[in-house]
């Protein structure tokens, strides 16, 4: 199947390098989004997020004619939905005492609504969306009929994940392997077809419903295993052990890889996904809902960990490193480090926050300044949050001269103890219960 022109809807972190990389394959894109500011931006040949090479590619996009970006559609030989699935914000489920967050699939809704007018017979509609299982068949697929047309008879309809890493999203679009869930093996094909046009990876065909749970499974076994290293670090401290030289030993078993500990889990994926199998089946996912319930709450064992070191933390300056929901990002979505400025503020301590990637960003509640040294100037403890390689890179004699403050506490060990206390510093660790031997 050929395709001269599409549209792509949202363009976020994942819909405008998906559309920009069409772009510069060939491929007529026009790129929708409902924020003018986004559009105004990119069609500058600017962008409005953070992500290395992007701008680039955009801008090379752009210059070829092939990229436009818009506020509303037109007809196409395809359409993708790339519009985000975050949670309701004043709505949860609830299923024998337990709660859990539901999706708000409204943007979804809107964006296939939006296609309706605009569909025509041959046309394929590719959903990749993060999103509940049979959203495709289910949600999508019925909205696209009031067009008249059928799903898989009149047109093709799939559903085809994004699986990358922010900070190498421009190399895993084009490497990682791809899954083309169809609702019908002739919409995976065209499926196949239109990614074929710059994936160099390998490209699988399979049904919707089971793209939706591969993207799924994905994440909630990483948030399952993230989970169980925060337990660990838990028992650490509670057993006098130094989590980071337990994880390390146990890692030199050839069958075991025990991920790190840290303040939480964030980003739009793995801090949400999960909750998309417990919202569609709360009597099967015991096991996932307490992972996510472990990885919630870990801001909270870290205040904990702060208020050990600082005692009453009333009117207590805390500089606060790193805002991002991972290291070397600017994506502060569902960040565990903002939920942990907001509970050590509910102590009563006054945060300054200082976030590299975003310098400019403005978080409701939360005192974002605008430089490191600002930040730490009269700080009482300096918490890290983010293991930026930046943060890492400190000199701990130069920060000594730029702060009254000598008591570090660490998340994510991205600091040398040695180093720091050589410097004057009481650096408390996360997940270390004992005191470090050089």
Known sequence: MKFAKICVIGLGYIGLPTASTFATHGIQVLGVDVNQHVIETLNRGEIHIHEPGLHDVVKKAIQSGNFKAVAKLEEADAFIIAVPTPFKEDELGEYNGMTYKLADMRAVVSAAESIVPFLRKGNLVILESTSPPRTTVDLVAPILSHSGLAAGRDFHLA?????????????????????????????????????????????????????????????????????????????????????????????????????????????HCISVDPWF???????????????????????????????????????????????????DVDDLRESPATEVVHLLQKEGAHVKAWEPFKPDASLPGIHMVGSFEETIKDADAIVLLVNHTEFRQLNPSEVARKTKSRLLIDTVNGWKDEAWKNAGFDVRVLGVGKIRVA
């Open 159 to 267: 559903y085809s994940p994004e699986r990358v890493l922010p900070g190498q999203i421009m190399r895993e679009l084009i490497e990682n392997a791809r899954v083309i869930g169809g609702v019908t093996p002739e919409s995976a094909q065209a499926g196949s077809d239109l990614y074929g046009t710059f994936v160099k990876g390998q490209i699988i065909q399979t049904d919707a419903t089971t793209a939706e749970m591969v993207k799924i499974m994905e994440n909630t076994t990483r948030d399952v295993n993230i989970a169980i290293a925060n337990e660990f670090s838990r028992l650490a401290e509670k057993f006098g052990v130094d989590v980071w030289e337990a994880i390390r030993l146990a890692n030199l078993h050839p069958r075991i890889n025990i991920l790190s500990p840290g303040p939480g889990v964030g980003g």
């Open 277 to 327: 199998f417990v919202e569609a089946a709360p009597d099967l996912t015991t096991l996932i809902h307490h992972a996510r319930f472990v990885n919630d709450t870990q801001p909270h064992f870290v205040v904990n960990k702060v208020k050990q070191a600082l005692g009453d933390m009333k009117d207590k300056k805390i500089a606060a490193l790193g805002l991002a929901y991972k290291p």
